[in-house]
């Protein structure tokens, strides 16, 4: 099993362009979420997905689009970068019930600079 | 609302000595409470996770956890730390979904 995967690893975009991240989980959960880390600030929830087909607004979803494309995917959408948006990116999944329920499997990261 | 406070953005102890990292969360008690570690360059993982079945929750690597609701703590011991033990350290709710800022650990030879 892979866990939580996410592309691309690093981003280089100039302020205003779109890009997509994108987040899969091999582990049949149910619930995905999207934060993003800076410094001093822990981590801080954009988006998440309870279950297939719906999403929901976290703390920071100014500026991002989500989509849960499938059970096993959930992208990531920056419509229009800004400076402020540089960060580091990760994704999670969880299961909604049994003894792991709520125990979120993160990805790896991806680092993002808008310049 | 729901908050979590972590006491010290750093924190460093000798190789060898208890460890002991803070949390304290608000006074709502939370259905669940979470431990989660980070190494460098990489995402978290999870420590352990409180569920009130037990107010002593044993986790990976030697790390437990006490919750005391009169306290409204969930602070993070081990006995002895080890050089890899140094990371990241983040204590985290699922009511609103709401991780502290971190503690960074640090080792001392």
């Known amino acids: 099993n892979a866990g939580v995967t996410q592309t691309p690893k690093f981003q280089v975009l100039k302020t205003g362009q779109s890009m997509t991240l994108q987040c899969a989980q091999d582990?049949?959960?149910?619930?995905m979420y999207w934060y993003r880390q800076d410094p001093g600030m822990g981590l801080r929830l954009i988006y998440y997905s309870a279950s297939e087909g719906t999403t929901d607004k976290g703390e920071v979803p100014n500026g991002y689009n989500v989509s849960r494309l499938n059970k096993r995917e959930f992208s990531l959408r920056l419509e229009s970068a800004a400076p402020s948006q540089t960060s580091v990116y990760f994704c999670?999944?969880?299961?909604?019930?049994?003894?792991?329920?709520?125990?979120?499997?993160f990805g790896p990261g991806t680092r993002l600079t808008v310049t | 609302a729901q908050s979590v406070t972590q006491l010290g953005s750093h924190v460093s102890v000798s190789e060898g000595a208890l460890v002991l990292l803070r949390c304290n969360y608000s006074?709502?008690?939370?259905?669940?409470l979470f431990w989660y570690v980070q190494y460098p360059n990489q995402g978290l993982q999870l420590l352990l996770k409180?569920?009130?079945?037990?107010?002593l929750v044993k986790g990976i690597n030697g790390f437990e956890a006490e919750f005391k609701k009169s306290e409204t703590s969930f602070h993070l011991t081990k006995p002895s730390a080890h050089m890899s033990d140094a990371a990241e350290y983040f204590c985290?709710?699922?009511?609103?979904?709401?991780f502290g800022k971190g503690t960074r650990l640090h080792i001392l030879p």
């Open positions: 409180y569920t009130s079945a037990a107010t």
């Open positions: 006074s709502s008690v939370p259905p669940y």
């Open positions: 999670a999944s969880s299961a909604l019930q049994g003894v792991k329920a709520y125990e979120q499997y």
């Open positions: 582990m049949n959960h149910n619930s």
């Open positions: 985290a709710v699922y009511d609103k979904i709401i």
